[in-house]
């Protein structure tokens, strides 16, 4: 005789597999399409604050702890090496330069180093 059709139980098995491979892909899916782009340029913000602290503890310190107002940019960073230019600029996720963005040096006398912070 021959079968036309599916049983009950392959219908459910299906749906179970149907339900099961739903539950592992639909949250992969939803943050495939999250915009994490004010993450990636606070990311890179701080490297640059962290590139702006070895410059103020290397090689400006004695200056910073004389000027309360120290302020340097990202391209200053580039011309004393401590960043490096990646086809001639540094842009942020929405391709605008970031070699202006202004970072002040600050001087800690309780840690006798300096660190910086970014000025709006």
């Not at 990311?43 to 503890?57: F, K, P, R």
């Not at 929405?94 to 970014?118: F, H, Q, R």
Request: aromatic residues 10%; glycine residues 6%.
């Amino acid at each position: 005789m021959k079968k036309n059709g599916y049983t009950l139980i392959e219908l459910i098995i299906l749906i179970g597999a149907l339900g099961l491979v739903t539950l592992f892909v639909v949250p992969k899916l939803s943050t495939a399409f999250y915009d994490n782009s004010e993450e990636l340029y606070e990311s890179s913000l701080n490297v640059y604050l962290h590139s702006a602290t070895l410059y103020g503890n290397n090689v400006v310190k004695e200056e910073v702890k004389t000027n309360d107002n120290y302020i340097i940019t990202i391209k200053d960073l580039v011309d004393a090496g401590y960043a490096t230019l990646i086809n001639g600029d540094i842009l942020d996720v929405n391709g605008n330069s970031m070699l202006g963005i202004k970072i002040k040096l600050i001087y800690d006398s309780s840690t006798d180093s300096v660190y910086a912070e970014v000025l709006d």
